[in-house]
């Protein structure tokens, strides 16, 4: 990984006070569904007549009580209702591979229409199993076990391998003890997304493949991971992931945008980064717990390194070493992008700030690519620098904001406690002083 210019300086300036706003995020109401007309009732007589039973979807209407008589006679069957709520799905099923030899699973062999679910027979398999050429399908591995033979050279192939895909999900597969990347992504993707997937004691994470460059042409056609997703998955003693991206001699090239990693856990291992991305564009980063990672790794690490721009929001990050989340700022286009760091908490850290903003002159492409700004707000961090280590004091945040590009750190609204060593005069940054401080509160134990 790149290892970025460490020059300690310390700026005792007073912090600017003002006030911040954040976006808040719009929710969008869901939209009930309506019943249908109640069926009516039949006249009454002695007995009145039976009014007709409306669909479950919704009721019929109300039918006209009848007039009294001896015997009333039977009233009209109502009509049905109109069903309501979702289509359910109608893709047929597909079931494929023998539970233990590798295989694969190719739209160009045998058509697998959009809709379709693909069944992987559940078993342990130690070969590879290649999905491609495949769009609008559901591949579903439960109880499915890549299995790399105790990370031996023979069992180093035994994982995923994804080419060409769209829309497409996969979920459930377990990989394991994988001496080599844990799953390939070899081509442009578009729409992937890995659920519930599970990685156990991988020597390296999740690789896109390097292999083929795409320049950014500025739309959506050049993008290589566009609209991609790891969610609901857990990662135990396993390596970083690496999701490409690269901003260099003047180009964008394999850009990442709109990628979503949430609501999944990190334990244990020396990944270094957990996720890097070199050039992204919009990451949404969200609800992941983080813990024990790095614990003999002491590198300038950051967790989640994203060259780029982006949110990162109520992510738990306890018992790790390096800067939680890192950000090299850039806008991809003409449009100002502001990336917000809020409502993380970060604890117990051997060494280097929470946060860190880091600007290069190099990354400011005309035509391409512009400054980008940071809001880091409302986040707790506490038990920063554990190790006492003399390199970099524990703080909030790392703030190279040296006008490279030119872009601002907004640093708010954030709880602080038990930093080593103990800030002075109010400075709860290193480096240069954001463009605006205001409401930040540090203690000495937490609070």
């Known amino acids: ?44 007589g002695t007995t009145g007549v039976k009014g007709s039973t409306g669909s479950n979807s919704t009721t019929g209407s109300t039918g006209t009580t009848g007039a009294t008589g001896t015997t009333g006679t039977t009233g009209t069957t109502g009509t049905t209702g109109t069903t309501g709520g979702v289509t359910p799905p109608t ?11 590798g295989f694969t699973i190719d739209g160009k062999t045998k058509s697998y229409p959009a809709g379709s679910i693909i069944v992987i027979k559940a078993g342990t398999y130690t070969g590879a199993i290649e999905i491609k050429n495949l769009t609008g399908v559901t591949v579903q591995g439960t109880g499915v076990i890549m299995d790399g033979l105790n990370n031996s050279s023979s069992g180093i192939f035994n994982t995923l391998g994804l080419d060409n895909l769209t829309n497409v999900t996969i979920s459930g597969i377990t990989t394991q003890n994988v001496g080599y990347r844990m799953l390939n992504i070899n081509t442009r993707m578009v729409g992937l997304v890995l659920d519930k997937l599970t990685f156990t004691n991988c020597d390296q994470g999740i690789y896109v493949t390097k292999g083929t460059n795409v320049a950014w042409d500025k739309t959506d056609n050049s993008v290589y ?12 003693n396993c390596g970083g992931n690496d999701f490409g991206g690269l901003i260099s001699n003047g180009q964008v090239t394999n850009l990442v945008k709109n990628l979503t990693i949430s609501g999944n856990k990190f334990t244990g291992g020396n990944p270094g980064d957990i996720v890097y991305c070199g050039a992204v564009d919009n990451f949404q980063i969200f609800n992941n717990t983080i813990s024990n990672i790095n614990p003999t790794n002491n590198d300038d690490n950051r967790l989640f390194f994203m060259t780029g721009n982006g949110d990162a929001y109520n992510n738990n990050f306890n018992n790790y070493e390096g800067h939680a989340i890192g950000v090299w700022p850039v806008s991809f286009g003409s449009t100002v992008a502001t990336s917000h760091l809020t409502n993380n908490i970060c604890t117990n850290s051997r060494r280097y700030a929470a946060f860190e903003f880091q600007e290069f002159l190099a990354y400011g492409i005309s035509g391409l690519t512009t400054k980008s700004n940071m809001v880091v707000s409302g986040n707790t961090v506490g038990n920063i620098d554990t190790d006492h280590w003399t390199g970099y004091p524990g703080t909030f945040i790392d703030n190279y904001m040296f006008g490279y590009l030119g872009g601002q750190v907004t640093l708010t609204n954030n709880k602080g406690y038990n930093f080593w060593p103990a800030p002075l005069l109010g400075i709860l940054w290193n480096l240069a002083a954001p463009f605006l401080a205001s409401g930040n509160t540090y203690t000495a134990t937490a609070p």
């Open 1 to 44: 990984m790149n290892k970025k210019f460490k020059a300690l300086t310390y700026i005792a300036a007073a912090a600017l006070f003002f006030s911040s706003c954040t976006k808040p995020l719009d929710v969008p109401t869901p939209t009930p569904i309506s019943s249908g007309s109640s069926g009516s009732t039949g006249t009454t």
């Open 91 to 101: 893709g047929s099923t597909y079931n494929v591979g023998d539970g233990k030899n």
């Open 225 to 236: 991971l566009l609209n991609c997703k790891i969610t609901n998955s857990t990662f135990t």
